[in-house]
């Protein structure tokens, strides 16, 4: 989605470009359950960014883990009963310590196992940002009966089930509202970023990512970085702004999927904030005009 340069924010531009400065000097310890399937690339992107990840497993670890990071990653990723109680042990250690959870509930609304569990963790106090995809917030949100996914790829929200101009933001307000200390990011053809009174818009980014694994995974260990650092909404756009950016950068270079995600890593690391000051392309919108 496009829109007049005049409607973006300079003053948010401005801001995500501190906040990337301010993650490469002073560094954040981010621990991340994350996909198997991904866990290099939330890795490496997060090294690429200028934090420090950490990928523990063992349940014997978690409590100090929890204990010296400063902000936590949970994405279901390949969900097992196992995975689930480790996903719960830290919910409840990152409550005991203080320390904010950024959640990825992939494929809810896909299965009731999945729904199910991901409901139960946005029940934790310390679980303050969700990034997820359209369908998958709705179905959280109780907005859709019915659930269509195809591997992780956004389940569907119906044209009956949601006639509003806007859905994602709609939804993201629906479900901010739901949990009052929770900050919503549903990503798309424009992300939009929600809390409980306010709504952000961020266009930055470029299609080619739906066809590389790990995406959405690499931009929540993103999102826990500067989770460390900033309020959840500020952290939720600063991500979308930056891994948008850079995902523009590298697409500028790629033939490909493939070679997307190995400029990619190349973008995040020689990001700048000028890049920011020049690319960053935010708007926010009264929260009526969600509604359409």
């Known amino acids: 989605m496009t829109t007049d340069r005049q409607n973006y924010s300079p003053e948010w531009a401005g801001q995500v470009a501190a906040n990337l400065e301010m993650v490469r000097q002073k560094p954040p310890l ?17 090294l690429a960014l200028g934090a420090s990840p ?15 990071s400063q902000a936590i990653l949970v994405n279901l990723g390949t969900l097992t009963s196992e995975r689930l109680a480790l996903i719960q042990y830290t919910v409840t250690m990152a409550e005991k310590y203080g320390k904010t959870i950024v959640f990825d509930p992939v494929g809810a609304g896909g299965t009731g196992f999945r729904t199910t ?6 029940e934790g106090k310390a679980v303050r940002l969700l990034r997820s995809n359209l369908g998958e917030a709705a179905a959280l949100a109780g907005i859709v009966n019915t659930a269509e996914t195809r591997g992780v790829d956004s389940v569907s929200v119906h044209k009956e089930d949601n006639k509003s101009d806007n859905p994602a933001g709609q939804v993201a307000l629906s479900l901010a509202r739901q949990y009052p200390d929770l900050t919503v990011a549903i990503t798309g053809s424009r992300d939009w970023v929600a809390n409980k009174g306010r709504l952000v818009g961020v266009d930055n980014g470029v299609a080619l990512l739906r066809q590389v694994s790990g995406a959405g995974c690499m931009l929540g260990g993103i999102s826990a970085a500067f989770a460390s650092l900033v309020d959840p909404l500020e952290a939720a756009v600063s991500a979308l702004t930056v891994f948008g950016i850079a995902a523009e950068l590298a697409a ?10 190995l400029y990619l890593m190349d973008a995040l690391y ?5 890049h920011i000051l020049e690319s960053a392309r935010i708007l926010e919108v009264k929260v009526e005009q969600a509604y359409g």
């Not at 569990?117 to 946005?122: F, M």
């Open 30 to 46: 981010i621990y991340a359950i994350t996909n198997f399937v991904t866990m290099n690339d939330v890795a490496n992107s997060l």
């Open 54 to 68: 950490v990928m523990a497993q063992a349940p014997q670890e978690v409590e100090d883990i929890v204990k010296a």
């Open 117 to 122: 569990s991901a409901k139960e963790i946005l």
């Open 252 to 261: 500028q270079q790629a033939a490909g999927p493939g070679s997307l995600r």
């Open 270 to 274: 020689n990001l700048t904030p000028d």
